[in-house]
């Protein structure tokens, strides 16, 4: 009912809703199409099962300024975990890659054209992905696959010091689910921003290499 409140109240009353997709989260995304035709995304991040949207609204304004294209933010209540954002189409590479094989090259060049660009970006104020959080990921692996404490004790022993030479670089701003599926080409866009992106709301800052 509060989320009906919501899109009506934002003026999307009057659209239909048809389930857009989910991921690994709680959070759960619908199409909103108004009877003309006008689309956009509504995004249900319920608060009371841990879900944030602020990160998101924070990290998508921090991208749009920096000329990216992340979704614009039409609508929001925080505190609910409501948003309507825009939406930037089905066009995800990892369809277009199978679809259309010759447009794999070119898809990933425009990809790390953005990378590049958010590179170069001045540096949101972010947690550090660092020595002790790479080691911490690492975690999942042995927790879920291979559950040998003596096995993880060893990789521990060789993949700690690697990791603390990376403390040493200089820190950008990564999405950390930087990936096919999350990746949307928009050609009537110019530059990198033909690249959308989703799913960037855990970003850190890390290492340039980790996206």
């Not at 409140?5 to 690994?24: R, V």
């Not at 956009?40 to 000329?67: C, H, S, T």
């Not at 403390?167 to 050609?187: C, K, M, S, T, Y």
């Not at 800052?205 to 996206?211: E, K, M």
Request: hydrophobic share 50%; charged share 20%.
């Amino acid at each position: 009912t509060a989320a009906q409140d919501f899109i009506k109240t934002a003026g999307w009353g009057a659209a239909t809703q048809s389930l857009l997709a989910g991921d690994a989260s709680n959070r759960r995304y619908d199409r909103l199409t108004q009877p003309d035709g006008t689309a956009a995304v509504f995004m249900d991040a319920p608060a009371d099962k841990g879900e944030d949207v602020r990160p998101f609204v924070r990290i998508a304004q921090f991208l749009i300024l920096n000329g990216l294209s992340a979704p614009r933010i039409l609508a929001q209540d925080t505190e609910n975990g409501f948003l309507i954002i825009e939406d930037l189409g089905d066009a995800l590479f990892a369809r277009l890659m199978v679809d259309t094989p010759d447009m794999t090259a070119p898809l990933y060049t425009a990809a790390t054209d953005m990378l590049v660009a958010l590179h170069n970006a001045p540096p949101l104020d972010l947690p550090i992905c660092n020595s002790d959080w790479l080691v911490s990921m690492t975690d999942l692996a042995f927790g879920w696959y291979a559950n040998d404490e003596t096995a993880f004790a060893g990789f521990d022993a060789l993949f700690q010091p690697l990791a603390r030479r990376l403390d040493q670089a200089a820190r950008v701003v990564i999405l950390r689910d930087f990936h096919a599926e999350n990746l949307l080409w928009l050609p009537d866009r110019k530059g990198v921003a033909q690249v959308g992106v989703l799913d960037f709301q855990d970003a850190l800052l890390g290492h340039p290499a980790y996206d």
